[in-house]
C-alpha cells in the first residue's frame, strides 16, 4: 500500500478528539476508501496536561499550531480550533503559504475570510476543505458543490443550527416559553454558557453564507446576509402556527432572484405538511432545488463529535486520493458576481400578532395603517374576548413588500390600543 498520509491535527476539543477517534476506530474503512492509510502524526492544543479520553502517546506536540504548518513531515492540516480570527486563522494561512492542503470545520472563519482564503488555497493549487462546517455530519458540501453541479440552483434553505431547532422543539411539545427551554438546554449541554451565536442566528447565518456561496458560485459575501434569531418566538405564537397549520423553524434561505441574490437567516412559518416542518429536535437539514433535479432534501446530525469527524475525515479521503475541486465549486474567473439584495425588497406573505386592547374600533385602526401601505390581509383570527383586556390578535398577509410591512409595523406598534411588541413572521413557501 502507498505511503500514509500524514495528519495534523490542531485542536483537541470535541471535534478534533472526535477525528482522532474515528480514524482510530475505523483505519481499515478509510485506508480503503482512501487508497491508502490517513494517520495522525502530530497535534496542537493549549493544555498539554489536559485528559482528553484518547491517548496521544507517539503524537508530536505543538504549543502553537501555526508550528503544524511548518512541520515537514506533516503533509495535511485539520483546523479544529475555532474563532474567525486569532490561531486559526494564522494557521491555515500559514498551512496555505506553505502548500499543503487545509481542512477545517469551522464555519465562523470561512463567512468571514472564505473568499481570501479560497482565492489564496486557488493560487497555491490546493485543497480548503470543509464539509464539517455546514451541518455537520450531513455531506451537504459535497451534494451542492459535486452531485448538483449540472444544475442552475434557484434556492438553497435549512435548519442551520441544531440549538435554535431543539429550542423551538421543546417550546412546541411542552408549550413552553423560550427562556426556561433555553435553560434547559444550557443544562443539558445542548447550547453554549453564551448562546447569542446560536439563539441570534449568526452560526446560522455563518453556515448559510457558506452555502449562498456553492450554491450561487460566488465569493462568500457574509455581510450581506439578513440575521434575526429567536429569542421574541413565544408558546403563544407557536401555538397559533400550529392552529394554522405552520410550524415555526429557524431558516437560512438563500434565492436567486431577478435582481440578484437574497439570503437570510429567520424564524419561519412553514407548513406542517413540508418535509423540513418535521425534522426536529437537534437534528439538520438542507433542501436544494436545482432547475433540472428539482427539490433534494438531507437531513442529518449538525453537531456532535460522531457526525462532524465523519465530514472532516470524508475530507481527508478525498485530499489522501487527490481529488480536487475549486472551493466554490468553480475557478475564480467563473465565479458569478451576482449582486446580494437587501432585505427591504423582499417579498413574501407574513403572520402578524398583536396584543390588543379589547374595545370596539381597534381592529379598525390597525387594517387601516395595512390599508395605507398596501399590504392585503389573507386571514384574521382572534381569540376568546375579554372586554377592556389584553387579547391577542393574528393577521396573515398575501405576499407584500418587506419596507411596507416594516413600516406597518412600526405605525401598529405605535397604537395607543396595541400593548406589546408586535411578532413579525415570514411564511414561507414550503
Ligand atoms: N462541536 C461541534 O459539534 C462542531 C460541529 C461543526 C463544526 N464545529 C467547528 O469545529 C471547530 C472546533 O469546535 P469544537 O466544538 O471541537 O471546539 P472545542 O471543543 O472548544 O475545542 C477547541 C480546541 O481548540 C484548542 N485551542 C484553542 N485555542 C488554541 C490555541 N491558541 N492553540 C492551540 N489550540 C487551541 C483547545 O485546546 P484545549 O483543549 O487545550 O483548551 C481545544 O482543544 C469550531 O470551528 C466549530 O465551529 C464544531
Not at 443544562?187 to 442566528?201: H, I, R, T
Not at 438563500?254 to 407548513?271: F, K, L, N, Q, S
Amino acid at each position: 500500500m502507498t505511503r500514509p498520509l500524514s495528519v495534523g491535527i490542531a485542536g483537541l476539543g470535541t471535534v478534533g478528539a472526535g477525528v482522532l477517534t474515528l480514524l482510530r476506530e475505523n483505519a481499515s474503512v478509510v485506508a480503503a476508501h482512501a487508497g491508502r492509510p490517513i494517520a495522525v502524526t502530530a497535534v496542537s492544543a493549549r493544555d498539554r496536561s489536559r485528559d482528553r479520553g484518547i491517548p496521544l502517546t507517539g503524537l508530536r506536540w505543538y504549543e502553537d499550531p501555526v508550528a503544524l504548518a511548518a512541520d515537514s513531515a506533516i503533509d495535511v492540516v485539520v483546523e479544529v480550533i475555532g474563532g474567525s480570527d486569532g490561531p486559526a486563522r494564522a494557521l491555515i494561512e500559514a498551512a496555505l503559504a506553505a502548500g499543503k492542503p487545509v481542512v477545517t470545520a469551522n464555519k465562523a472563519l470561512l463567512a468571514v475570510h472564505g473568499a481570501a482564503l479560497a482565492a489564496e488555497a486557488e493560487r497555491r493549487g490546493v485543497a480548503l476543505a470543509f464539509e464539517a462546517a455546514v451541518a455537520g455530519g450531513i455531506p451537504v458540501i459535497k451534494a451542492l458543490r459535486e452531485g448538483l453541479a449540472a444544475n442552475r440552483i434557484t434556492r438553497v434553505a435549512g435548519i442551520l443550527n441544531g440549538t435554535c431547532n431543539y429550542i423551538l422543539t421543546v417550546m412546541r411539545e411542552r408549550g413552553r416559553e423560550f427562556a426556561e427551554v433555553l435553560a434547559e438546554a444550557q443544562k443539558l449541554g445542548y447550547a453554549e454558557a453564551d448562546p447569542s451565536f446560536d439563539v441570534d442566528g449568526i452560526d446560522a447565518a455563518h453556515k448559510l453564507a457558506v452555502l449562498a456561496a456553492l450554491a450561487f458560485g460566488r465569493p462568500v459575501d457574509f455581510k450581506a446576509v439578513h440575521v434575526e434569531g429567536i429569542r421574541h418566538i413565544s408558546a403563544l405564537d407557536i401555538a397559533f402556527a400550529g392552529e394554522l397549520g405552520y410550524r415555526i423553524k429557524l431558516l437560512g434561505i438563500a434565492r436567486r432572484t431577478d435582481a440578484g441574490i437574497e439570503a437570510r437567516v429567520h424564524p419561519c412559518m412553514v407548513a406542517q405538511t413540508a418535509p423540513i416542518a418535521r425534522v426536529d429536535g437537534v437534528f439538520n437539514a438542507v433542501v436544494a432545488e436545482g432547475d433540472f433535479v428539482g427539490r433534494v432534501m438531507l437531513e442529518g446530525r449538525g453537531a456532535g463529535a460522531g457526525p462532524t469527524a465523519s465530514a472532516v475525515v470524508a475530507d481527508l479521503i478525498d485530499i489522501a486520493r487527490g481529488r480536487f475541486t475549486p472551493v466554490w465549486g468553480a475557478a475564480s474567473d467563473a465565479l458569478s458576481h451576482a449582486p446580494s439584495v437587501p432585505m427591504a425588497t423582499h417579498v413574501g406573505a407574513y403572520y402578524l400578532r398583536l396584543m390588543v386592547v379589547d374595545r370596539p374600533g381597534v381592529i379598525a385602526e390597525v387594517t387601516a395603517v395595512l390599508r395605507d401601505l398596501g399590504v392585503s390581509l389573507e386571514s384574521m383570527l382572534q381569540r376568546g374576548r375579554s372586554p377592556g383586556e389584553a387579547v391577542p390578535v393574528v393577521l396573515l398577509t398575501h405576499e407584500t413588500g418587506e419596507a411596507g410591512m416594516r413600516e406597518a409595523l412600526r405605525r401598529i406598534a405605535a397604537l395607543d390600543t396595541v400593548l406589546e411588541n408586535p411578532t413579525l413572521i415570514r411564511i414561507e413557501p414550503a
